[in-house]
């Protein structure tokens, strides 16, 4: 079965940190651009991070650099997200992708999980 599950998400104070975690079955994550993504109430599906199948290189939202960290484990088939200074901003359902080019377009990416909520509220 093809599936991506996205966890680690939860309730955090400003300035905290949360990893999440996005694991992949049915999929072999070495041939894939992983991203991630987030969507916030009323907002628009936003690209946060990507990380590319071939050299590890990444990619990061101006929003979000210097704070988050892609990462991936390919012989686990898992990718990451470290968040850390979190802002309220941050606050979305947030999604892991794979696709074929790393970058922040959705229709770059052929599969999605069903997400994780985080919230960053004091």
């Known amino acids: 079965q093809l599936q991506l599950v996205e966890s680690g998400g939860g309730l955090v104070q400003p300035g905290g940190s949360l990893r999440l975690s996005c694991a992949a079955s049915g999929y072999t994550l070495d041939n894939y651009v992983i991203g991630w993504f987030r969507q916030a109430p009323g907002k628009e599906r936003e690209g946060v991070s990507c990380?590319?199948?071939?050299?590890?290189?990444?990619n990061y939202a101006d929003s979000v650099k210097g704070r988050f960290t892609i990462s991936r484990d390919n012989a686990k088939n898992m990718a990451y997200l470290q968040m850390n200074r979190l802002k309220p901003e941050d606050t979305a359902l947030y999604y892991c992708?794979?696709?074929?080019?790393?970058?922040?377009?959705?229709?770059?990416?052929?599969?999605w999980g069903q997400g994780t909520q985080v919230t960053v509220s004091s």
């Open positions: 992708a794979l696709g074929g080019r790393c970058a922040f377009r959705t229709d770059e990416y052929g599969a």
């Open positions: 990380i590319s199948d071939s050299d590890g290189s990444t």
